[in-house]
């Protein structure tokens, strides 16, 4: 795969020795259509995957250079992989994060996945959402 280069301009001014500084479009409120807050990033290890299968991405390597994270941090990324697929699609559909943390974090959900038993893991994962109160959807 050869290396692309996009070229595209951004709104701005130039200041001195050349550097840009960048200025928002006139109207920043977010359209009604677009879900405000961002996706919790461990609902972002299933597509990951999506853009390595799907050939976007060539490999996990280059997945994790593109991403500027380790080799080691996509594969404890993609053990979540292993998890019950309910377990899977609660982790999907968490609410999105408006502001501050996200409500549970990859190193919440390593000792799950590091049990292949997914009535154990769910009994893990009821354990994690009484500790985590309301704040995880289950």
């Not at 001014?13 to 405000?36: D, M, W």
Request: aromatic share 4%; proline share 9%; hydrophobic share 40%.
């Amino acid at each position: 795969m050869s290396p692309r280069t996009v070229v595209c301009s951004l709104p701005g001014s130039r200041r001195g020795r050349g550097q840009r500084s960048f200025r928002p479009a006139a109207s920043t409120t977010p359209s009604p259509s677009i879900p405000r807050g961002r996706v919790p990033r461990v609902a972002l290890a299933f597509r990951l995957d999506e853009l390595v299968r799907a050939g976007v991405v060539a490999d996990y390597a280059t997945l994790a250079e593109l991403a500027h994270v380790s080799r080691g941090r996509i594969t404890q990324i993609r053990n979540l992989l292993v998890l019950a697929p309910d377990i899977q699609e609660a982790l999907l559909f968490l609410p999105r994060t408006e502001r501050g943390r996200d409500p549970i974090h990859l190193r919440q959900l390593q000792p799950l996945a590091a049990v292949l038993d997914w009535g154990q893991q769910r009994h893990l994962w009821r354990t994690l959402q009484a500790s985590k109160g309301p704040d995880l959807p289950g």
